[in-house]
């Protein structure tokens, strides 16, 4: 009969305590994925979509990594205001490589949901290799007026800018609704607003910019940008309003 001794008893009780300790940690990460999701899904019934389970492995992932953004890059050429606060500002962003997706759902709120989901799961994991390519903002909804002015087209693009690492070579998506584009420099006027992003907000955030920017023909009329520089399930969170300018 083969000897127990107490070098094995403290292994033995070693062991059983990693084991305890593994167990607690996956009962914390199942709390921390209902929790998200939950609160995700709430979010996601306001915008009228309903959030699919094998959402909550991409949400706690990119919830994990929320502080470890990369902007993308511009340059900013002008600030106009009055006092100390900047009204707008003037920037160029530079040509660059973007994971873009198109939707065109009854409500605006229902297309960048779907959108972005899409977007979450290339980010996360679903991309030609395999791992999480890093969060950017912001990240771009370009939208259209119809001729009357009055409302927004249904069909949204949202865009994603690809990482500087991965921006010479970017990740093939498993899904083939999202396309890697490489969209032109851009100049645009910037305007920062809070909140949810509506079609009613956007249409009275693009209404009060040209009140502020008064009769001009520099910049486009039908065609607008509505960046966001935080997750839907922040409340009061960083939107900008883009006015395009004009090719000269």
């Not at 949400?59 to 470890?68: C, D, E, F, K, W």
């Not at 973007?98 to 779907?114: F, H, M, N």
């Not at 890697?180 to 992003?197: K, N, Q, S």
Request: net charge negative; proline share 6%.
């Amino acid at each position: 009969m083969a000897r127990i001794t107490l070098e094995d008893l403290d292994r033995l009780g070693d062991e059983e305590e990693e084991e305890d300790e593994e167990g607690g940690e996956d009962e914390e990460d199942e709390e921390e994925r209902g929790r998200l999701f939950a609160h995700w899904e709430a979010v996601a019934s306001t915008h009228r979509v309903n959030l699919p389970r094998d959402m909550a492995g991409p949400i706690v992932q990119m919830s994990r990594h929320s502080q470890a953004r990369e902007a993308v890059p511009y340059v900013a050429l002008s600030q106009h205001g009055k006092c100390e606060e900047a009204a707008y500002e003037e920037r160029q962003y530079p040509a660059g490589k973007w994971a873009c997706v198109t939707k065109g759902e009854p409500l605006y709120e229902q297309s960048i949901s779907l959108s972005f989901m899409k977007l979450m799961r290339y980010i996360c994991k679903e991309n030609s290799v395999g791992c999480y390519l890093g969060m950017t903002i912001p990240v771009l909804n370009e939208i259209h007026l119809t001729k009357e002015g009055t409302e927004l087209e249904r069909e949204v693009l949202t865009a994603y800018y690809i990482p500087g690492e991965f921006q010479q070579n970017p990740p093939t998506p498993v899904d083939p609704e999202i396309h890697i584009t490489e969209r032109a420099p851009l100049r645009v006027l910037a305007r920062v607003f809070y909140g949810m992003t509506t079609e009613e907000t956007i249409l009275r955030e693009i209404a009060l910019f040209w009140e502020l920017l008064g009769s001009t023909d520099a910049v486009l009329q039908e065609t607008y940008i509505v960046a966001v520089y935080e997750n839907p399930s922040v409340p009061q969170r960083r939107n900008e309003i883009w006015f395009i300018r004009r090719a000269e």
